[in-house]
């Protein structure tokens, strides 16, 4: 079972792209897709800067796309999580 931590991934995602260690983020994501036994070879991973939502104390929000390389659809439940919000 993996780390419990306070903080979703893509909250972790977006402060990385704030700090300038965006370079990291697709580690990251890597990461979290083994932590949930999937391959992230078999995905392309993108990032989306979005304005926050009104009302967050976020400026922006990075959005995590994930699509599979062999062309199936990927799960919708393992999109959600990847974006899931606090």
Do not use: C
């Amino acid at each position: 079972m993996g780390r419990i931590n306070p903080y979703t991934l893509q909250m972790q995602i977006t402060r990385m792209f704030e700090q300038g260690q965006s370079f990291f983020a697709t580690t990251k994501v890597q990461d979290w897709l083994k932590e949930r036994n999937h391959d992230p070879l078999e995905y392309d991973i993108i990032f989306h800067k979005k304005p926050a939502p009104p009302g967050s104390k976020e400026v922006m929000v990075v959005e995590i796309e994930l699509r599979r390389k062999d062309g199936q659809p990927v799960d919708p439940w393992l999109q959600e999580q990847v974006n899931l919000h606090a």
